[in-house]
């Protein structure tokens, strides 16, 4: 539950990129042209989620429930806080 996460599953969400693709080992550069797409995207919907249409939504509903349960699954705790898991010095 990245960043960098989020911006790939928007893209997913927008058709910007295959639901396959995770972007491993994409350079700054590329990464950067997708979050630059995807942010027009969500620009045209004033990057609220209840402005998306209907079919949008329930991809973007379905995308991000399946990341929470997998994210879950692997360990992530959404209640525990940046400060608890690192320590800055």
């Not at 997998?70 to 320590?87: C, H």
Request: hydrophobic share 35%.
């Amino acid at each position: 539950m990245t960043l960098i996460g989020t911006i790939i599953r928007d893209a997913w969400v927008f058709g910007i990129l295959p639901e396959d693709e995770t972007c491993e080992n994409w350079t700054h550069s590329r990464l950067q042209i997708v979050h630059d797409r995807t942010k027009e995207e969500w620009d045209k919907y004033h990057c609220l989620v209840s402005n998306l249409p209907v079919d949008l939504k329930q991809r973007h509903a379905r995308i991000y429930r399946e990341a929470v349960e997998k994210a879950r699954a692997m360990g992530w705790d959404p209640n525990r806080s940046l400060a608890d898991s690192e320590r800055f010095e």
